[in-house]
Each structure stands twice: as C-alpha cells, then as structure tokens.
C-alpha cells in the first residue's frame, strides 16, 4: 500500500468521523426533507417543460400533417385540370409536409413517454416526500424521547442513591441500639426501686413489730417508759386486770387489723 493512499484514507476515516459527530439527527431530517422538496421543484419544472415541447411538437405535427393533406388536394385539382406539372409540384410539397410530419409523429411519441414517465416520477416523490414528512415528526419525536430517557438516566446514575440508603441503614441501626440501651436503664431502674421498696418494707415491718413487743410488755406489767407514766401531781387508779382486759383485746385487735391493710 502506497503512502498516498494511506494518507487518503486516514483523512478520510478522519473527516467521516467529523462528520458523524457533527450531525444532528433533527437537522439532518429538516435538510433532507428539504432537499427533497427542491427536487420536487426542479422535478415539476421538468414536466412543465416536457409537457410545453410536447404541445410544440403536437402543433407542429398538426401543421404538417393539414400540409400534406391540402398538398395532396391540389395535387388532385391540378390533375384534373390536365396540369400533371402542377400536379407534380404538388405531389412533390405533400411529400416534403409528409415526411416532415413523420418525423414530428415520431418525436411526439417519444415526447409523450417522457412526459408520462415524468408525471409517474412527480407523483412518486410526492408520495415520498409526504412519507418523509410523516417520517420526520415520528422521528423527532423519538429523538425527543430518547434525549429525554437519556437525560433521565444520567440523572439517575449521577444520584448516590446507594450510599444514601448505607445512610439510613446504619441510622437505623443507631436507633435500633439507642433503644436497646434505653430499655436496659430502665429495667435496671426498675429492678434498684423494687429493692429499695422491699428493703424499706422491711424496715418499716422491724419497727412495727418493736412497737408491738413493746406494748405487749407494757400490757404485762413489765417496764413503762417515763413518756407513758402520768404527771406530777396527779394520781391514776390503775385498773383491775379484770376490766381492762376486753378493751385492751379490742385495741390489739385493731392494731392488728391495721396491720394486716398495710
């Protein structure tokens, strides 16, 4: 391979690559439906014209043809005049009219394929072009699409959605222990106040339960505090054991009874 020809075809694969960059689909359909339509300009000009040549050569052709005939008329009078001179001139001008409308005839027809070939061409690119047309708005709205879907998934991949839902998923967790340690405070609240309670409890049962023995004892005739014993200067009977005893039953029985509700 020469280096010219290597040459070429770099500048080439080059300029294609350009080229292909360079275009815009919507562009690239608007200009082409527009080249189209100026080929269906120049395209009715060529018909037109066919069809003017046409009607040239059909009037041509008519003129030569009323030529020969009338040509042929006189040749006819001239002859029965006993002019065959005449006549012969005649016959000689039918003849030149004849051939010549022989050879419009010939144009004509071939004037006439033209002309219907040209009309078949006309109206296929009218179709064409109407398809195109049709084509192009389908397209552009597919292109719009497109972009739209396009720019709707550079949108979706540019979001760090996954790193977001790590996010949440390790506040969640956060959440999840925060609450874990803030149940076990509160048993362990819960469990330190029922033993305080049941410690005071027993606490205030021992001082109950002295009292009693104490009372008991006084009851007895055993030692009496200095708070109990009655004032200075004032005596006290004491009682018969006999007639304190259904009252003092009665009060321990309540004082029991009290205890019993605590």
């Known amino acids: 391979m020469g280096l010219f020809d290597r040459i070429s075809r770099v500048v080439r694969a080059n300029l294609n690559d350009m080229v292909n960059k360079a275009e815009d689909p919507e562009k690239i359909l608007e200009q082409s439906v527009t080249d189209m339509q100026e080929d269906l300009v120049q395209l009715r000009q060529a ?3 066919a069809i003017a040549a046409q009607k040239r050569t059909q009037t041509q052709y008519n003129q030569a043809e009323s030529q020969s005939n009338q040509w042929q008329q006189r040749a006819q009078l ?11 001139e005649a016959l000689v001008r039918k003849k030149s009219h004849a051939e010549t409308a022989a050879t419009l005839k010939s144009s004509l027809e071939q004037q006439s394929g033209q002309v219907e070939s040209l009309k078949r061409n006309l109206i296929g690119l009218e179709s064409k072009i109407s398809e195109a047309k049709t084509k192009k708005d389908m397209l552009k709205a597919r292109i719009s699409a497109a972009k739209a879907q396009e720019q709707l998934n550079n949108t979706i991949g540019s979001l760090n959605t996954g790193s977001s839902m790590a996010a949440f998923d390790r506040m969640e967790e956060k959440v999840l222990q925060i609450e874990a340690r ?4 509160a048993e362990l609240a819960a469990g330190g106040s029922d033993l305080e309670a049941a410690f005071r409890s027993l606490e205030a049962g021992g001082d109950v339960d002295d009292e009693l023995a104490q009372m008991k004892a006084q009851l007895t005739g055993g030692s009496v505090s200095q708070g109990q014993l ?9 009682p018969s054991t006999s007639e304190a005893s259904p009252v003092i039953d009665a009060e321990l029985e309540e ?3 009290q205890l019993n509700k605590m």
């Open 78 to 88: 001239a002859l029965q005049k006993g002019d065959e001179t005449l006549a012969r």
């Open 47 to 49: 018909v037109a014209s």
């Open 182 to 185: 803030a149940g076990a405070s």
């Open 230 to 238: 009655p004032a200075a200067g004032k005596t006290a009977a004491a």
């Open 255 to 257: 004082l029991r009874s």
